[in-house]
């Protein structure tokens, strides 16, 4: 069983930036794919940001250029940069790993409790 915990969410205004944090237990951190995904109320929860066991990223469109995800895994950890913050990125954010890579057709192994990013003016 792989427990994720993250950390870093709050309330910034536009432009801002916020850097989220995601632990996870057990040694076979490295062996997963990550992601982060986020869900406003009202709205499907959407795919924002991979990493694979071996580094590739992928991002959702709306935030290309001002997300960063990235991983250490000497910390079992993995976090998402969020810089030039817009009101509509506004939603609780999840972690989520899954032993083969995380795309919008698969459903992840493992999930987050997940943290709210608020941004507004």
């Known amino acids: 069983q792989v427990q994720l915990v993250e950390s870093g969410g709050g309330s910034v205004h536009p432009g801002g930036s916020l850097r989220l944090s995601c632990r996870t237990s057990?040694?076979?951190?490295?062996?997963?794919?990550m992601g982060w995904y986020r869900q406003d109320p009202g709205k499907e929860r959407e795919l924002v940001a991979t990493?694979?066991?071996?580094?590739?990223?992928d991002y959702t469109d709306s935030v290309k250029g001002r997300f960063t995800i990235s991983r250490d895994n000497d910390r079992n950890t993995v976090f998402l940069q969020m810089d030039s913050l817009k009101a509509e990125d506004t939603a609780v954010y999840y972690c989520?790993?899954?032993?083969?890579?995380?795309?919008?057709?698969?459903?992840?192994?493992?999930w987050g409790q997940g943290t709210q990013v608020t941004v507004s003016s």
């Open positions: 989520a790993a899954r032993f083969m890579p995380i795309t919008k057709l698969n459903a992840p192994d493992y």
């Open positions: 057990g040694s076979s951190f490295s062996l997963y794919s």
């Open positions: 990493i694979t066991a071996d580094g590739r990223t």
